[in-house]
């Protein structure tokens, strides 16, 4: 069973719900990166997303492209983000790592390679946003050969037959969009989420991640009510790009425990 699995599965038996943020590795510097992840669990995460900066995340709005921006000022690359986590490992063997970003950087550094190195680091997980379920079976397989959970995305436009597809090659958790558009925008339709949960479940048996439009404590709370997990990305980002120098991890660390008491307020 691998780390993420383990996590999840000792949450269901809790009755409780996930917490996921993401940040952008390197993001507002390099050095800031290891703090952000420790404060990160410190306040209640469960798994980290980390993003790996690309210089045209299709999938992002304006505040997490500013985050790979500001990182790829300092030259942050793929390699670097791995070797953040094998960093965090130093001190951390139990927070699930998720590395979230876009084919490119992994084709470059090919598929084998990165596999190998992201094990070796001690990566959990990978979610890459331009590689469909139908087109990337051998690099879904390879991870998995390594130990590493291949994570997808669904979108409130997922046909049926799409949601099957992800469902066989998925492990791990699923990432639910839970809106058109990019990330942090638009308002979140509980309702509608709810109604897409059990059609995925059909075809997935494993916990499923809502994200995209949860920025505050209600809607987090709101959403631990249909899924398994709340994941977390451009309001932790703003916190950190209006924080002052110095002030970014307390900052971030005031925000996450809000929402991990609001998620943990419901009964799961």
């Known amino acids: 069973m691998s780390r993420i699995a383990k996590v999840l599965a000792r949450l269901k038996a809790e009755k409780r719900k996930a917490l996921i943020p993401y940040i952008c590795a390197g993001d507002p510097t390099p050095a800031l990166t290891l703090p952000l992840m420790h404060g990160l669990t410190a306040s209640g995460a469960d798994i980290i997303e980390l993003g790996v900066p690309f210089s045209d995340p299709m999938a992002d709005g304006p505040v997490i492209q500013r985050a790979s921006e500001r990182a790829l000022k300092h030259n942050v ?25 876009y084919a490119n950087p992994i084709e470059h550094m090919g598929m084998r390679a990165f596999a190998d190195a992201a094990k070796a680091a001690g990566v959990d997980g990978v979610l ?32 049926e037959e799409r949601i099957a597809a992800v469902g066989k090659v998925a492990s791990g958790y699923l990432y639910y969009v839970s809106l ?19 059609l995925i479940k059909k075809y997935a048996d494993i916990p499923i991640g809502v994200g995209f439009g949860i ?34 991890v307390d900052n971030v660390k005031a925000f996450m425990a809000g929402i991990r008491s609001a998620i943990d307020s419901i009964a799961a």
């Open 128 to 159: 890459v946003v331009d590689y469909p379920p139908e087109e990337c079976e051998a690099f879904a397989a390879d991870v998995k050969e390594h130990g590493l959970d291949p994570i997808f995305l669904l979108a409130p436009t997922s046909t």
């Open 180 to 198: 058109k558009g990019v990330t942090g925008s638009a308002t979140l339709d509980t309702g509608e989420v709810a109604k897409r949960i059990p």
């Open 77 to 101: 690359s793929l390699k670097d983000v791995i070797a953040m986590v094998a960093e965090f490992r130093k001190t951390n063997s139990e927070t699930p790592v998720v590395l979230m970003g």
């Open 215 to 248: 920025r505050d404590a209600a809607t987090a709370k709101a959403v631990a009510q249909v899924a398994d997990a709340v994941v977390i990305g451009s309001r932790i980002i703003q916190e950190i790009e209006n924080s002052k120098p110095g002030q970014e």
